[in-house]
């Protein structure tokens, strides 16, 4: 994808991203600062979400059908993530919570 057809959405370090027709949101995350087993927690909270009708994005598989992708370059690797984009509302911190402690991983 050209990064020209990007547009910075924001983030905690301005790694958010969203396609120009408004359809997918993209995350480049620093594989230094995260883990992939994390990430794919994430992931799985997303998912729970989604099947309890929270207006959450769905993760979107690459070509390679892995819903995380490992980027490599010769200054910095990186894991991307894409969701579908849709409107909604920024959580409340309550509602977070509320939300969270209906939920129990499924995870060591």
Same mark, same amino acid.
């Given at each position: 994808?050209?990064?020209?057809?990007?547009?910075?959405?924001?983030?905690? $370090?301005?790694?958010?991203? =969203?396609?120009? $027709?408004?359809?997918?949101?993209?995350?480049? =995350? $620093?594989?230094?600062?995260? !883990?992939?087993?994390?990430?794919?927690?994430? %992931?799985?909270?997303?998912r729970?979400? !989604? %099947?309890?009708?929270?207006?959450?994005?769905?993760? %979107?598989?690459?070509?390679?059908?892995?819903?995380?992708? =490992?980027? *490599?370059?010769f200054?910095? $690797?990186?894991? *991307? %993530?894409?969701?579908?984009?849709?409107?909604g509302?920024?959580?409340?911190?309550y509602?977070?919570?509320?939300?969270?402690?209906l939920?129990?991983?499924?995870?060591?």
């Open positions: 994808m050209n990064t020209g057809n990007l547009e910075l959405l924001g983030g905690f $370090d301005n790694n958010v991203f =969203l396609s120009r $027709d408004k359809s997918i949101v993209i995350k480049f =995350l $620093d594989a230094k600062k995260h !883990r992939e087993e994390d990430l794919l927690k994430e %992931i799985e909270v997303i729970w979400m !989604r %099947i309890h009708s929270v207006n959450t994005p769905a993760p %979107i598989p690459s070509q390679n059908g892995k819903v995380i992708e =490992l980027v *490599t370059s200054k910095k $690797d990186f894991y *991307t %993530i894409a969701f579908s984009y849709v409107k509302k920024i959580l409340l911190n509602e977070v919570h509320k939300v969270a402690g939920y129990t991983p499924n995870v060591e």
